[in-house]
């Protein structure tokens, strides 16, 4: 499994808050939350996906639930110790950072 928080600090523009306290981690792109997760070692990640993907996501894989604390129709809950196909939680990751700089304005992206 990938490091969750590297792969997230990673990206372009990407800040690292700590808004609802030293246990969650949230990582930000211009100012919007693209994913949550625990601080150190994670258990699970909250990501934006577009509501039928969400739907297909949550149908397809078992380690996957509607978003826990967030908006059911538009974000995910990734357990890390389930099983996902080798390179789909980087790709889950991206798009929901994707889905957060396409709705910033051209001069907040980075």
């Known amino acids: 499994m990938i490091d969750v928080h590297a792969f997230c600090a990673a990206l372009p523009g990407a800040v690292l808050t700590s808004p609802f306290g030293e246990e969650t981690a949230v990582y930000k792109v211009g100012g919007k939350i693209f994913a949550l997760t625990q ?3 994670p258990r699970t990640v909250n990501l934006k996906a577009e509501p039928e993907e969400v739907t297909r996501l949550v149908d397809t894989y078992d380690c996957v639930i509607r978003g826990y604390h967030m908006s059911k129709k ?9 099983e996902l196909p080798a390179g789909l939680l980087e ?18 992206r980075p």
């Open 39 to 41: 601080h150190g070692l």
């Open 91 to 108: 790709e889950l990751i991206e798009d929901s950072y994707d889905l957060i700089v396409d709705r910033l304005p051209a001069r907040d």
């Open 74 to 82: 538009h974000w995910i809950t990734v357990e890390l110790a389930g």
